[in-house]
């Protein structure tokens, strides 16, 4: 695997992307948005007490218990925001461990490639290589970044209104807005930039067209 050209610091922020190879899609229902999800609430803890193929074993209340229990455990990341799109995901990351992005996204796409595989009868690598990094450099990037990712479904077409982008479940602006959707985002960073989240909710949506035309925000997106 080629080295990393923008190194992975702790304490630093980073936009992370990866789309499906050959930009075939990675999630084709409900339940495979569902399991990413899980994936990425499973793999940010530093030490998960058992393997998640095991986790997966227990009833739907003791996987609940589980989660409620690790709330306040250490961390390899704390997750930002995230979107998951049809054929591509992005996360905007801190760093909380030594090799903590590079080894969180290590286990969601091998755990993932290997669920979406057997599920679908498929073979072969699901993600495009190496995934992309973009260090974030100061206050007005985070909150520009933040938007970029939790705009993607409507610029991207998958809706069609602004307003149903708060109905797009598999993404962490309900959490952003103040319809928590499962305690997997640290929306502080963020948040705390804005007088309250109203704010925070129209400096998205004031804006929807702002985000094509960005011209500092050429590099984040795919080629």
């Not at 925001?81 to 091998?110: A, D, K, T, W, Y």
Request: hydrophobic share 35%.
């Amino acid at each position: 695997m080629p080295r990393r050209v923008t190194p992975l610091v702790n304490g630093e922020f980073y936009h992370i992307f990866n789309r499906g190879i050959s930009r075939q899609p990675v999630f084709l229902n409900r339940k495979d948005y569902r399991r990413l999800f899980e994936l990425t609430k499973f793999y940010r803890l530093v030490d998960y007490p058992i393997r998640y193929s095991k986790f997966l074993l227990l009833p739907k209340e003791e996987r609940k218990k589980f989660f409620k229990t690790m709330r306040k455990a250490d961390k390899v990341v704390k997750v930002i925001c995230f979107c998951f799109m049809p054929n591509h995901f992005h996360f905007l990351l801190c760093q909380e461990r030594e090799g903590g992005i590079s080894g969180f996204i290590r286990n969601l796409e091998i755990s993932y490639t290997r669920f979406f595989n057997i599920k679908h009868e498929r073979i072969g690598p699901l993600f495009q290589g190496q995934f992309k990094a973009v260090r974030i450099e100061g206050e007005e990037q985070l909150i520009h970044v933040s938007r970029y990712i939790h705009l993607n479904p409507l610029t991207s077409y998958v809706v069609k209104r602004p307003e149903q982008l708060e109905d797009y479940q598999w993404s962490s602006f309900l959490d952003y807005i103040g319809e928590s959707q499962g305690n997997i985002c640290n929306t502080k960073p963020v948040l705390d930039l804005f007088p309250t989240k109203r704010d925070y909710k129209e400096f998205v949506y004031n804006q929807v067209d702002y985000q094509k035309g960005l011209e500092s925000m050429k590099h984040l997106v795919f080629d």
